[in-house]
């Protein structure tokens, strides 16, 4: 089966789709499948990266096309560097070989109709894999105006998804939003993302180097690790940053990047917060040590995001065993998964109070973490592990090659 992919970002990037499709394709690919990745020359965390137009990664081909790389900054250089990708991968997409599969991500936003143009085309099955739902969720970002040109690229949108072979969906609350929208049922998959529960274990703190280079062998280390981004709540993070200063072995760290950073590093020095540490993103092969590092893992997302977003950093923090505060809407995906699993608190946006409380109910009961944690690493085992959520998407891939 020839499969092709097509998203802004692939290995090596860091950032969390990247890294997604990059298990996926390294899976496939182990199976016998022949895959083809359609990327850019950009980083996530920005700048050109120094890398072949052609190149393998063990069996997978990787087109890497010429696009503008502007930056996210303005939202004119970043519709150029959209455009610019849309018209290099299209070409790329139709020079293929006849393929069986097309799957494109939501990096950048819209990509369902460049699946579309080239289904039509090639005679190709097509799927668009939904880490994020676009425009709606940079409409409710305040970054596109609610207006004429969010309900065009609305439009755009419906008519491209209602025209693909499948969608697939991140979790419960992503599918009732397209529900909610009109898109019909028999085009949805649920398929969550995941980690890989091989390479991300637990690791004892007397073996953590990360807390050894840190110093913080002997803090209570709470972390968020991931990209900051605009659809996260960081104010209610903020507000339990200032609650518990007085607390002298209690350390937050931010392992990532992401727009809010700069923001949250400002606040930090303008406020002099005492134990409040910053880091770049972890190489994958290091990451068991970051996340096991933390005693107790933040994950937010702001109420107005749900269904558009599905923070996929609860997996990562499940398979190293540890609780996690989820800051966020009651019917998101996240909130579902915690409760089920028992592994951790869910915490209303602004909710400073309930945020610290939970926080100090960890810092005070160590035994309540290994319990949360525990329970984490069960349910991930059983529904979120990398193996599972791959097979489900190669039996659902097989069908292209059956129809």
């Known amino acids: 089966m020839r499969i092709a992919f097509v998203n802004r970002y692939f290995h090596p990037d860091l950032s969390g789709a990247a890294q997604m499709l990059t298990h996926l394709a390294e899976d496939l690919d182990a199976r016998g499948e022949e895959v083809t990745v359609i990327t850019s020359r950009a ?51 139709l020079r293929l070989k006849r393929q069986d599969a097309l799957v494109v991500l939501s990096d950048p936003p ?17 799927y668009c894999w939904m880490q994020d739902v676009y425009p709606d969720i940079a409409v409710r970002a305040g970054m596109l105006r609610d207006g004429f040109i969010a309900n065009a690229l ?58 050894e280079r840190h110093g913080l062998k002997k803090g209570f280390v709470v972390m968020y690790s991931g990209n900051l981004g605009a659809v996260h709540d960081f104010a209610t993070i903020i507000e339990m940053i200032r609650g518990t200063q007085s607390y ?48 107790v893992h933040l994950v937010t997302l702001k109420s107005e995001m749900a269904g558009l977003s599905v923070p996929s950093k609860l997996y990562g923090i499940m398979a190293a065993t540890r609780p996690v505060i989820f800051i966020g809407p009651d019917e998101s995906e996240v909130s579902l998964v915690i409760k089920e699993a028992q592994c951790g608190d869910v915490i209303r946006p602004g909710d400073t109070n309930a945020a610290i409380a939970a926080l100090k109910k960890y810092y005070d009961n160590r035994d309540e973490i290994a319990r949360r944690g525990h329970a984490g690493r069960m349910y991930f085992a059983r529904y979120c592990e990398r193996a599972i959520s ?14």
């Not at 250089?77 to 959209?82: E, K, L, P, S, V």
């Not at 819209?110 to 097509?126: D, R």
């Not at 923001?263 to 303008?270: D, H, I």
Request: glycine content about 6%.
């Open 248 to 295: 002298s072995d209690m350390y937050f760290c931010f392992v990532g990047d992401g727009p809010q950073k700069s923001y949250l590093v400002q606040t930090a020095e303008k406020e002099k917060w005492q134990r409040v540490m910053f880091f770049p993103y972890e190489a994958k092969e290091r990451l068991r040590f970051s996340l096991s590092a933390a005693d």
């Open 390 to 403: 791959t097979e489900r998407f190669w039996t659902l891939l097989s069908e292209s090659r059956s129809a």
């Open 154 to 211: 609305s439009a755009i949108a419906r008519w491209s998804l209602e025209r693909l072979f499948g969608i697939v969906v991140l979790g419960r609350c992503m599918e009732q939003h397209l529900l909610n929208a009109g898109l019909a049922s028999r085009k949805m998959i649920r398929i969550p993302n995941w980690a890989d529960g091989t390479q991300i274990q637990s690791v004892p703190r007397a073996d953590n180097n990360f807390l």
């Open 43 to 93: 980083a996530y965390t920005g700048g050109e990266v120094s890398l072949p137009k052609q190149a393998m990664h063990k069996g997978i081909h990787i087109v890497r096309v010429a696009s503008s790389n502007l930056g996210r900054g303005r939202a004119g250089a970043r519709i150029i560097d959209y455009a610019s990708f849309y018209l290099a991968a299209l070409w790329a997409a």
């Open 110 to 126: 819209l990509l369902s109709a460049l699946a579309v143009i080239v289904g039509a085309l090639k005679n190709v099955k097509t």
